[in-house]
């Protein structure tokens, strides 16, 4: 009878992941603690019994299952399948460059445990970039940071069996967004602890599809989220498939979907919210400030402390209900939201669809 793995590596796919037998190849080399790979992949066709095509497993305990799409509902399918205490859930297009980062996360993990066991881990980022790109830097310098408005699935999200089904698994309502609303249940009930070590992650979403679109539509996915846009919510992958593979991302059609959500229904609360929103992540303007001038005089972005982030972050949570504060952070956000917008293929359908 084989050992029972102490952690359950779950990795959602679509179709042929070329970066999944780059990852198994990383998690083979792993050193000093037994685990499993469980597979939760979105294709009918897939080999239930063997990992990817090419792929020679020296001592990698892999399985594969088939489940319907949208990566929380596969999260949670390959939950079902796994034998072990932890999980781990990582994206396919993961790589682990350290041979005992699984090890010294797994330590990092039991230490903070003492405390409560109502801990989650996440890891630092890099994006795989030669490139030396304000955007990139910056986002792998809060990868640090450990507040749920950083953590997501890119990182690694590392939690307790036990604690997952306490906090009722991921969510399945939309095809997207259940790292970030794991993040924020954990932070409400719980904490996040970051964890030794750094895993990469592929840039190659914000290079095919450009950087600018690609970080503009997260941040607009983030707005809608806190504002409880769930027509947003559930049009916008829709609208993404419909985008060509071959093209950059176009903007135009989401913006257009969020402004007319954001102008329909309770639009005093709307705006209410948006100010709300604006004002308590106005530490990301000082974060911002701290990574360029880090990164001018050559620092790592693992190495930046962002001291002046976490006291403005007190700051920020203390005017959050000032009026005239929550105001102006949600005008300054609005107006980028329109400069955004202007900037789109079709910066007036909107208005011209409303006359």
Not at 153 to 165: H, L, P, V
Not at 227 to 248: H, I
Not at 310 to 323: A, E, M, V
Request: charged fraction near 25%; glycine fraction near 8%.
């Amino acid at each position: 009878m084989s050992e029972k793995p102490l952690l359950s590596i779950i990795i959602p796919t679509l179709g042929v992941e070329e970066n999944l037998s780059l990852l198994l190849k990383d998690l083979d080399s792993q050193e000093g603690i037994s685990f499993e790979v469980v597979i939760a992949s979105a294709t009918p066709n897939s080999d239930t019994a063997t990992p990817p095509i090419g792929f020679k497993t020296k001592n990698l305990k892999t399985k594969i299952v088939i489940c319907e799409r949208g990566r929380g509902r596969q999260l949670n399918e390959g939950v079902k399948h796994a034998e072990g205490n932890d999980l781990l859930f990582l994206h396919a297009d993961t790589r682990i460059p350290s041979l005992t980062l699984l090890t010294r996360g797994s330590e990092a993990m039991a230490l903070a445990r003492r405390a409560s066991k109502r801990v989650a881990g996440h890891f630092p980022l890099r994006l795989g970039s030669e490139l030396a790109v304000p955007s990139f830097y910056y986002i792998e310098a809060k990868s640090r940071f450990g507040l749920p408005e950083c953590v997501n699935g890119d990182q690694g999200q590392w939690i307790s069996r036990e604690y997952f089904d306490e906090l009722g698994g991921m969510d399945e309502s939309l095809p997207f967004l259940e790292d970030l609303r794991l993040s924020k249940h954990v932070a409400a009930e719980g904490r996040w602890i970051t964890l030794p070590g750094e895993i990469l992650t592929s840039p190659r979403r914000f290079e095919k599809e450009g950087r600018k679109a690609r970080l503009s539509l997260n941040a607009l996915i983030r707005v809608a989220e806190e504002l409880g846009l769930k027509r947003f919510l559930k049009r916008a992958p829709e609208l993404y498939r419909d985008q060509p593979s071959t093209e950059k991302l176009t903007l135009a059609p989401f913006i257009n979907l969020f402004f007319r959500e954001l102008f329909s229904g309770s639009i005093r609360g709307n705006i209410s919210g948006l100010g709300a929103f604006a004002a308590m992540n106005a530490w990301q303007t000082i974060a911002w400030l701290e990574c360029t001038y880090a990164r001018q005089r050559g620092m790592d972005s693992h190495l930046v402390e962002l001291n002046y982030t976490k006291r403005g972050i007190s700051l920020f949570h203390n005017l959050k209900d000032n009026f005239i504060f929550r105001t102006l952070a949600g005008s300054a956000l609005l107006a980028w939201m329109l400069t955004i917008w202007l900037g789109s293929l079709q910066p007036f359908s909107f208005i011209r669809n409303r006359l």
